[in-house]
């Protein structure tokens, strides 16, 4: 599932997550596929969207990237790889552009120009095999990591030459902006850069007078990074996540018809009919990562051994932040930070450094130094 990383920074999601791989294998078809729900009983079709699919390869990588579990990959390994022989022969003979799906980015809100299944899928398609590059390395499966991260790099560039028109991408929207940015289809080296940066701003700078996110469930996840990392307006994201208007995190929770105390299932499931509109739903909770990763400041790269590796680094355009904490494998990760003046300074226990990154129980560890 998408909003995968986001759960297990919330809660300990391991032995779920591998029965829910369970279901997804038991449910495979002799042919690769899978279908859009697990278990198959009444929604959804088969083969799969590529975005739903891509659940299978996504929560394999959740497992490998925070819990460090090689295990979970080997485990999976053969069904991911018949899986990725189906989603090839998806990929019609005419291209990216035509690649079938059913939902695109799904929940959007009423958008002029709905973002087409084909550049979610094919989205979905190159995210999922850079991944699975990743994680055959990490197992020494080498030459399939070569093979994959060569069919991943071709199809950048393929997804570059067929969804760029001169001017923009196929469709005018935040998420066909933000989702090129994540593959990282253009260098900034490549000419079409800053183009592609100003008009991703144009559409996301509040100035517009929409200061509220315009994407479905795809593009909503990586919107959030993208801001920070990709164009350093962590300021953007986080009147985002202020905002109260429609559609926002903030309307479900304080609009005066209906209250939330929990995320919707669509963005105005206030008016919305009861068809497909749960207020208990998961939907839109992928900002739950950056809120803990980007603004709170520490970031999970990678575990190995039961050794976290995170990134610490201030957020833009924040002074401090009183108390955040994400659930790792061996425990919980807790954080504050300030900002005292125009200087950061660190302290690191004497035997304490990256090659020796042991710490005794509940001990605080300052870090950061520098204007």
Same mark, same amino acid.
């Given at each position: ?6 759960? !297990?920074? +919330? ?38 969207? /590529? ?24 485990? *999976? ?8 022989? *189906? ?13 079938? +799906? ?5 929940? @959007? ?25 990743? @994680? ?43 989702? /090129?940015?994540?593959? +990282?289809?253009?260098?900034?080296? =490549? ?7 100003? =008009? ?14 315009? !994407? ?32 926002? $995190? ?16 669509? $963005? ?11 207020? =208990? ?14 603004? +709170?400041?520490?970031?999970? !790269?990678?575990?190995?051994? =039961?050794v976290h590796e995170i990134y610490v680094a201030r957020a833009p355009g924040l002074s401090y932040v009183n108390s955040a904490e994400y659930i790792v494998s061996s425990g ?40």
């Open positions: 599932d998408r909003k995968s990383g986001a759960m !297990t920074l +919330g809660f300990d999601m391991h032995a779920f997550f591998v029965n829910m791989l369970r279901n997804i294998r038991d449910e495979q078809g002799d042919d690769g596929s899978i279908p859009d729900v697990v278990p198959f009983y009444r929604y959804g079709s088969r083969p799969a969207d /590529p975005s739903w699919s891509a659940a299978f390869p996504q929560i394999v990588f959740v497992l490998f990237k925070y819990y460090g579990d090689l295990a979970v990959v080997r485990e *999976n390994y053969e069904a991911l790889k018949l899986y990725f022989k *189906n989603l090839e022969t998806q990929v019609p003979s005419s291209g990216l552009s035509h690649m079938k +799906g059913s939902y695109g980015d799904w929940c @959007m809100l009423k958008p002029p120009n709905p973002v087409p299944p084909s550049f979610t899928s094919a989205f979905s398609y190159i995210d999922n095999l850079e991944e699975f590059a990743e @994680m055959a390395q990490a197992i020494g499966e080498r030459e399939d990591a070569q093979s994959y991260g060569y069919l991943a790099s071709k199809l950048r560039d393929q997804f570059q030459y067929e969804f760029w028109n001169e001017t923009h991408y196929s469709i005018e929207e935040d998420t066909s902006y933000v989702l /090129p940015q994540f593959l +990282g289809v253009l260098s900034p080296q =490549n000419d079409l850069w800053a183009k592609v940066q100003i =008009n991703f701003m144009n559409y996301a700078d509040p100035s517009d007078g929409c200061s509220c996110p315009r !994407t479905g469930i795809i593009g909503t996840k990586f919107l959030f990074p993208q801001l920070s990392t990709g164009l350093g307006r962590t300021d953007v994201g986080l009147q985002f996540i202020e905002q109260i208007q429609e559609p926002s $995190w903030g309307h479900m929770m304080y609009n005066p018809y209906e209250p939330a105390t929990a995320v919707w299932e669509l $963005w105005n499931g206030d008016t919305e009919g009861p068809g497909m509109n749960s207020r =208990n739903h998961h939907m839109f909770s992928s900002v739950a990562w950056w809120i803990r990763a980007e603004l +709170g400041g520490v970031k999970p !790269t990678s575990t190995f051994n =039961n919980r990760v807790s954080y504050s930070w300030e900002r005292r003046g125009g200087i950061h300074c660190r302290t690191v226990p004497e035997n304490q450094s990256p090659s020796n990154p042991t710490l005794p129980k509940h001990a605080d560890l300052v870090i950061g130094c520098g204007s």
